[in-house]
């Protein structure tokens, strides 16, 4: 009995001490600072845009591109890429976007800025499924739709990778946008005119 | 019945000793900001700095996060090497921690933004970047 009751207290005294404990001084932060430098070092965590060309061409349906431009900056997008603004990135109509298991979020903006500041604070909560495109949408439009043909000495695989963004330009842009080629109908070379025979027997 | 009673509160001062180094040392975070305090912090700040900016700083600390070799090959006058895995280590935080304006230089936008993010999260200011 008196060890019974000893235990009770025992258990008790925990319970009370532990409910009286501090919480966390940061409730909304699932991830420390050293954490967070790992996934800062962490390369899975970026998306090149020859990788998202790749994925956009492929199809892939758990894509979801997020745009964190200012709605007023939102023009020119990624194809079927989302409006995001970053001072709206914790309203009620946007915040359930980035904590989800379905999709795989790529966020951009113009350049690397805005999208690391929105990655950073979406990865410290712990939010799983949040990539970020290297380079941003100027990189997209230097490499992707407009790729540098490589010198004369380049190796293969950098005329093979070039290959690829012209066909990728191509995919994204549409026929529209072709070099325009320089053609100049040549003219049609005139005929003779035949000439009626004369004379002979008729 | 007196005798039982000392015991115990021996058991429950103990544990309740346990329990708090226990909590003190599991998960200590050293942000200093929430997520959505340091979502109000980046809206209002701008701190990238151009050559003009770099150079109107007085007697900076210049931070090269690059790698050693990438340090090797070329560098700014006058920047000190911390590679950005080292970063929270100790005498580098103390370093970040002097009041003197500190710059953050890297060839790679990203891990610049992203380490400003971080040190300014954990409470250091007057930290700019530095694109080379």
Not at chain 1, 3 to 21: D, K, N, P, W, Y
Not at chain 1, 95 to 124: C, R, S
Not at chain 1, 165 to 177: E, P
Not at chain 2, 93 to 122: C, F, Y
Request: proline share 5%; charged share 25%.
């Amino acid at each position: 009995m008196k060890s019974r009751e000893l235990l009770t207290v025992i258990v008790l005294a925990l319970g009370i001490t532990g409910a009286m404990l501090p919480g966390r001084k940061n409730d909304s932060i699932a991830l420390n600072e050293r954490e967070m430098l790992q996934e800062m070092l962490l390369e899975t965590n970026y998306v090149s845009v020859d990788e998202l060309a790749h994925l956009l061409i492929s199809g892939d349906p758990s894509i979801q591109l997020i745009d964190v431009r200012p709605a007023s900056e939102f023009k020119d997008p990624l194809p079927r890429a989302i409006n995001i603004p970053i001072d709206s990135i914790f309203t009620e109509n946007y915040a359930y976007l980035f904590d989800q298991f379905i999709k795989k979020n790529v966020l951009y903006g113009l350049d690397d800025e805005l999208a690391t500041q929105v990655w950073m604070i979406m990865k410290q909560q712990g939010f799983k499924n949040n990539y970020l495109l290297k380079g941003g949408l100027n990189e997209w439009n230097a490499v992707i739709l407009d790729p540098e043909l490589p010198p004369q000495t380049a190796s293969k695989d950098e005329f093979d990778l070039y290959e690829k963004r012209m066909a990728s330009r191509q995919f994204f842009t549409g026929a529209k946008s072709l070099p325009k080629i320089e053609f100049t109908p040549i003219a049609p070379i005139q005929g003779r005119k035949k000439k009626k025979v004369q004379g002979g027997c008729s | 019945m007196k005798s039982s009673i000392r015991p115990l509160g021996i058991i429950t001062l103990s544990l309740f000793g346990f329990l708090l180094i226990v909590s003190f040392y599991a998960d200590k975070s050293q942000f200093e900001l929430t997520a959505k305090e340091m979502h109000g912090k980046v809206l209002q700040s701008n701190y990238r700095l151009d050559s003009v900016g770099l150079s109107k700083l007085v007697d900076p600390i210049l931070i090269d996060i690059r790698d050693e070799r990438s340090f090797l090959v070329d560098h700014l006058d006058y920047s000190v090497n911390v590679p950005l895995s080292q970063l929270l280590n100790d005498e580098n935080l103390k370093l970040i921690g002097e009041s003197r304006p500190k710059v953050i230089i890297s060839d790679e936008r990203i891990h610049a933004n992203e380490s400003w993010m971080l040190l300014t999260q954990m409470g250091y200011d007057s930290l700019f970047v530095y694109r080379l």
